[in-house]
Structures are given as C-alpha cells and as structure tokens.
Nanobody, 115 residues
Framework: QVQFVESGGGLVQPGGSLRLSCAAS????????MSWYRQAPGKERELVAT????????NYADSVKGRFTISRDNAKITVYLQMDSLKPEDTAVYYC????????WGQGTQVTVSS
C-alpha cells in the first residue's frame, strides 16, 4: 500500500524558513519522480516542485522558483522541501506524492506564514 507521511510544517514569520519531510512507503521509492503539492484555503491543489528519480533534475512552480528547493534521500526513502524567504501566500497544507500517479493523499502538513 502506497503511503506518504508529511511533517515539518508550522507557523513562521514572513521571510523565515521551514524544511518539510515526506516519508514514503509501499513502492520502490528510488524508481519514481516525486513531487510536492500545496492547497491553500479556498483554492485548488497546485504542483509546487518535482524531482526526478535519481535526484538530478528538478523543476518548480514560478511562484516558488528561487525560494524553494526539493531534494531526496533514496536511502532514507524521504523527499524534502526546503522553503526559504517564505511569504504569506505560501500558507497552505503541503503534500507529497509520486509524480504522474494518482496515489491517495497523505494527511499533509500545515504551513502558516504570518506575523
């Protein structure tokens, strides 16, 4: 059974940083591209960042480019999202999932950027 457990969210002031983690299970992690998504209140879920299986290629939504960094540790079966220079508009629940697969969503981790 494919599962994702996100963690690392919290309340942070504008300009601050957070590092999210996503522990995956139920599939051969190193064989799949992984993505982070987010859903803000009243908005549709959106793709934030993707990392290819070997971790050599990444891409980002324009809204986070230059501020967020996606990475992965295939030995730990974990994908990360380093978020710097956070803005109030980054407030959302953040989720991870395999890219291109309709896996069930995890519980997500809440990120709130507010002074």
């Amino acid at each position: 059974q494919v599962q994702f457990v996100e963690s690392g969210g919290g309340l942070v002031q504008p300009g601050g940083s957070l590092r999210l983690s996503c522990a995956a299970s139920g599939f051969t992690f190193s064989s799949y591209a992984m993505s982070w998504y987010r859903q803000a209140p009243g908005k549709e879920r959106e793709l934030v960042a993707t990392i290819k299986s070997a971790g050599l290629a990444t891409n980002y939504a324009d809204s986070v480019k230059g501020r967020f960094t996606i990475s992965r540790d295939n030995a730990k079966i974990t994908v990360y999202l380093q978020m710097d220079s956070l803005k109030p508009e980054d407030t959302a629940v953040y989720y991870c999932r395999r890219r291109y697969y309709a896996d069930a969503w995890g519980q997500g981790t809440q990120v709130t950027v507010s002074s």
